[in-house]
């Protein structure tokens, strides 16, 4: 009988397969049992996430990642896509980041999606292991890193620092500020469609407006 889901587990990161002809019902279904089971071999690991084998809307990747946080004690830290260039280069600015974070700039990590309106605030840089929904908001006299989705709003450099950044796995925000530089969304967000591919992306201001460019650590070296 053909597996729904086949789990593989590498260092740092695991690989679901998920059958195509399947239902998604069924596969949320056999994802819980799966992680329920192997919950004592995963222990409370952090990884990187990858999903293949079938198409997910980012509705059902939320849909997925709620059954492995209620059927495990495994934290997703964010989801990678099966481009090998792209996520190489984002886990290079990542670690670059992270080396500001540690080196003179105060940080600070928060585990969770925000949802339901609300709203983190914080005079500090931040890392967000976890996605801002529509209606819920961060905000940072720094700098904004986001390991999963901007579809929200977040404002950086929240005393007119205009040489602070947003950074976010998919960034697709309803409302960004940096320093004093504004941006809206006037086209109504794709985040319920299908999503090829991760494109990390980082937001900052050039030439006296905001710019989205692609993430990389060369690019985080300049600002």
Request: glycine fraction near 8%.
């Amino acid at each position: 009988m053909k597996d729904k889901v086949i789990i593989k587990s590498f260092p740092n990161g695991i690989t679901l397969h998920m059958d195509e002809e399947t239902d998604f019902d069924d596969i949320l279904e056999e994802l819980a049992f799966k992680f329920s089971e192997a919950r004592n071999f995963f222990g409370t690991a952090s990884v990187a996430l990858s999903m293949e084998g079938r198409a997910l809307s980012p509705a059902q990747e939320i849909l997925v990642l709620e059954t492995i946080r209620k059927s495990s004690s495994v934290n997703v830290v964010c989801i990678v896509g099966k481009d090998e260039a792209t996520n190489k280069k984002f886990i290079k600015a990542l670690q670059h980041v992270e080396k500001k974070l540690t080196g003179g700039d105060e940080g600070q990590f928060y585990k969770g999606t925000l949802k339901n309106r609300e709203v983190l605030e914080t005079e500090n840089s931040i890392v967000i292991l976890g996605d801002v929904y529509p209606g819920s908001a961060v905000i940072s006299a720094r700098n904004i890193i986001i390991l999963g989705g901007l579809y929200g709003e977040a404002y950086a450099g929240g005393n007119g620092q205009e040489n602070a950044y947003v950074v976010a796995l998919e960034m697709e925000p309803e409302r960004l500020k940096v320093g004093d530089f504004k941006y809206k969304s006037n086209t109504r967000q794709s985040k319920w469609g299908i999503r090829p591919k991760v494109q990390p992306k980082i937001a900052y201001v050039k030439n006296r407006k905001i710019v989205f460019e692609p993430l990389t650590k060369e690019l985080l070296d300049s600002i």
